[in-house]
């Protein structure tokens, strides 16, 4: 099984801050990695797909970048509807795995 | 507009059964993949069970054997027969279309189970 570690498991930010949360694979899964925002009580919500392609309907703020075993989510200008946990899954290999999540929230 | 929406969840004794559904809308639901994850109260995100379109079938080693994953295409519906409950299922049930080599997207809205005595 592929573990998913995200760093840092909190990051404290105001608003209009810009973010970079970390994850990484024990092993590489090329670019077959998504991100995904959750708000309190809300389902996840794709974000960005093969490790840096937008979803539909994802604001240019969001960008993801990495490949093999190291990736990042880059948010700018963070808004207020941005603070949420993020989690990074990948699906190269089953079993399909997340990590831990990062929370990002209001200093 | 893609959706996926969850039935109620509720309250079980340990040892008791619960099915879950999912109604889909909006796709072509007999050509993907769906997949039932679950988050446990304040903890992260794990796969329970997926369907392949064609009806294969894996599951988790923790529900293995219990849990009983199915689908009707001509309802588009997706179902999670959940047996021999244990408090250790107590979580919050998501459906997602997506399954091996693709992402998950969307997720219905999630259905709370509680396993208690």
């Known amino acids: 099984e592929i573990v998913m570690t995200q760093s840092p498991a909190t990051l404290s930010v105001s608003p209009g801050d810009g973010v970079t949360l970390s994850c990484r694979t024990s092993?590489?899964?090329?670019?077959?990695l998504a991100w995904y925002q959750q708000t309190s009580g809300q389902a996840p919500r794709l974000l960005i797909y093969d490790a840096s392609t937008r979803a539909t309907g994802i604001p240019a703020r969001f960008s993801g970048s990495g490949s093999g075993t190291e990736f990042t989510l880059t948010i700018s200008g963070l808004q207020s509807a941005d603070f949420a946990v993020y989690y990074c899954q990948q699906y190269d290999s089953w079993p399909l795995t997340f990590g831990g999540g990062t929370k990002v929230e209001i200093k | 507009q893609v959706h996926l929406v969850e039935s109620a969840g509720g309250l079980v004794k340990p040892g008791e059964s619960l099915r879950l559904s999912c109604a889909a809308s909006g796709f072509t639901f007999s050509d993907h993949y769906m997949t039932w994850i679950r988050q446990a109260p304040g903890k992260g995100l794990k796969w329970v069970s997926y369907?392949?379109?064609?009806?294969?079938?894996n599951y988790a080693d923790s529900v293995k054997g219990r849990f009983l994953i199915s689908r009707d295409n001509a309802q588009n519906s997706l179902y999670l027969q959940m047996n021999s409950l244990s408090t250790e299922d107590t979580a919050v049930y998501f459906c997602a279309r997506g399954g091996p080599g693709v992402w998950f997207d969307p997720w219905g809205q999630g259905t709370l189970v509680i396993v208690s005595s």
């Open positions: 092993q590489t899964v090329g670019s077959n």
């Open positions: 369907i392949s379109s064609s009806g294969y079938t």
